[in-house]
């Protein structure tokens, strides 16, 4: 059975290989690839990779922005990870007490986290700006919501895969159902859900770069400002600032998850 | 009140699918017994811990804690003043200091935001310290659970269950995963403090030479029936090896 099912892998390997050999025939490799100017400016833009705009209105321009970009990182995050506390751990099912309210619990609140998350941060921001217009509340808002229901997925995961034993062993000293939870579930999961949320934090910061586009200011914005001006160096000051953003955040990941280690 | 029966169990079975784990097992322990189960693997020890635990229920048959049916103890907190379970080193959570895992014997009598506090602020923890004393781990309150060895692990659960005090202690190869030294100090342990406190002790053992060394009555199952009921000093060599005889042997 095993070795039928890898033959006809292989023939479906081979099967999609020539398949994409023949789509390169389609292609027309005389025009539309690049267009006319297209090589210049690529070469252009990676040029000034090395040459940065380090003017002082510029710097100021660069922490100003990576500073609204990281408040609204961090503002989402934490409301993402309210979010994310109580409904995984409703998602998670270990509150209820019978297993047909297990059964709904489970089904009801892992279908709010999947609606909360199926939704990308960018269209939540289109839709915040076109409720309450461009104010950091929509940028917030729309960073919490797929963000948290991301965590909370995962946090319901996380729950439900805590060993049995110790969990049995409170109940049998009289620990009620919040007891567990606070004494068996949640010490157990303690350390990855902080070096997760951790991760999804550097995840949120690139978002709320990319999330200005909509025009809620930080560095996504000045970018998509300069790149429309072919400012390419200043360009490059704002994609070194959000880099050093990320790596800081990486930094202090790895801090805390030493110190959490001892 | 000294042979006041603390446990009776009547014409006990128990099957799984269509393997007997059990079948029709009755015996009484009394108030401060230190009874021991022995015999071979499969012999239906873990299932009738596991039915004393309330984790299983019996097919037919009844237990009777104290005067009243098992079934009476469905309010967990109630039955944990009851019964008390150890185990292998794995009933601890790892993640937790020492203190909050040995205060865990309280939460049958402390309500959720006393326990939720006590996690910032440890409550009664002298009389924590003073369990962690009596099983000799004075000096690792704060030391987070899963750093500590096997042995010392076990002792922290029976500073649990010094916290918590049932009456009966069920101990299911509490033993188990230690090497010789650090089992004869844990069993040593146990069959002390359950003297000390008047608990009743019934564990499953897999080593008769621990069993005769500090238990003071031996109950033998063999194929989830009774082998043999009676004292540790009554129990002869030949007896034992019937019992842990394989079957191709006969």
Redesign the interface.
């Known amino acids: 059975m095993l070795s039928f099912d890898l033959h006809k892998r292989k023939v479906l390997t081979l099967f999609l290989l020539l398949l994409f050999a023949w789509s390169l025939f389609g292609v027309n490799w005389q025009e539309g690839v690049l267009h006319s100017s297209g090589i210049g400016t690529a070469a252009e833009i990676f040029a000034a990779m090395l040459t940065p705009d380090l003017s002082l209105d510029i710097l100021r321009l660069a922490v100003e922005s990576s500073w609204l970009t990281l408040a609204y990182a961090t503002a989402g995050m934490s409301l993402a990870l309210i979010l994310a506390l109580i409904i995984g751990v409703l998602a998670s099912g270990v509150l209820a007490s019978g297993k047909s309210s297990r059964t709904l619990m489970k089904g009801s609140f892992r279908g709010v986290l999947g609606f909360m998350r199926a939704i990308h941060e960018l269209v939540w921001a289109w839709l915040f700006v076109a409720s309450f217009g461009l104010s950091p509340y929509a940028a917030i808002f729309a960073l919490a919501i797929p963000y948290g229901g991301i965590l909370g997925r995962i946090f319901a995961d996380m729950i439900n895969d805590v060993p049995e034993e110790p969990i049995l062993a409170l109940k049998a000293a009289g620990a009620s159902k919040l007891q567990c939870l606070f004494y068996g579930y949640l010490p157990s999961v303690k350390n990855s859900m902080i070096s997760y949320t951790m991760y999804r934090y550097e995840c949120a910061v690139r978002s709320s770069a990319i999330m200005s586009f909509v025009g809620l200011g930080g560095l996504g914005y000045q970018i998509q400002l300069s790149l429309d001006d072919l400012h390419y160096g200043e360009v490059w000051t704002f994609i070194y600032f959000l880099i050093i953003l990320v790596i800081l955040i990486d930094g202090w990941s790895n801090m805390l998850r030493k110190r959490m280690q001892l | 009140m000294s042979n006041e029966n603390i446990l009776e169990i009547n014409q006990i079975s128990k099957n799984y699918e269509r393997k007997i784990a059990l079948s029709s097992l009755s015996f009484v322990v009394e108030k401060g017994e230190l009874i021991a189960l022995i015999g071979p693997s499969g012999a239906g020890k873990t299932t009738l811990l596991n039915l004393l635990?309330t984790?299983l229920q019996p097919d037919s048959g009844e237990i009777i804690v104290d005067g009243k049916p098992i079934t009476q103890y469905a309010d967990?907190?109630k039955?944990?003043?009851k019964?008390?379970?150890i185990?292998q080193q794995?009933?601890?959570?790892?993640?937790?200091a020492v203190i909050?895992n040995v205060l865990?014997?309280r939460?049958?009598?402390?309500g959720?935001f006393k326990?939720?506090f006590s996690?910032f602020i440890p409550q009664e923890k002298q009389v924590a310290i003073k369990a962690l004393e009596r099983v000799g781990l004075p000096d690792k309150q704060y030391e987070r659970t899963s750093n500590l060895s096997g042995g010392e692990q076990q002792r922290v659960?029976l500073a649990?269950l010094l916290m918590?005090k049932p009456e009966i202690i069920l101990a299911d190869e509490p033993v188990a995963s230690l090497d010789p030294a650090r089992a004869d100090d844990i069993l040593d342990m146990l069959t002390k403090i359950a003297k000390e406190e008047h608990q009743t002790v019934i564990a499953s053992l897999h080593s008769v030479e621990y069993a005769r060394k500090y238990f003071t009555r031996l109950i033998a199952l063999k194929n989830g029936e009774l082998f043999f009921d009676l004292p540790a000093d009554q129990v002869t060599d030949e007896q034992l090896q019937k019992l842990y005889q394989l079957k191709e042997l006969n």
């Open positions: 635990a984790i967990q907190k039955r944990a003043k019964i008390g379970i185990r794995f009933d601890l959570v790892g993640q937790l909050h865990a014997g939460l049958a009598d402390w959720f326990s939720l996690l659960a649990r918590q």
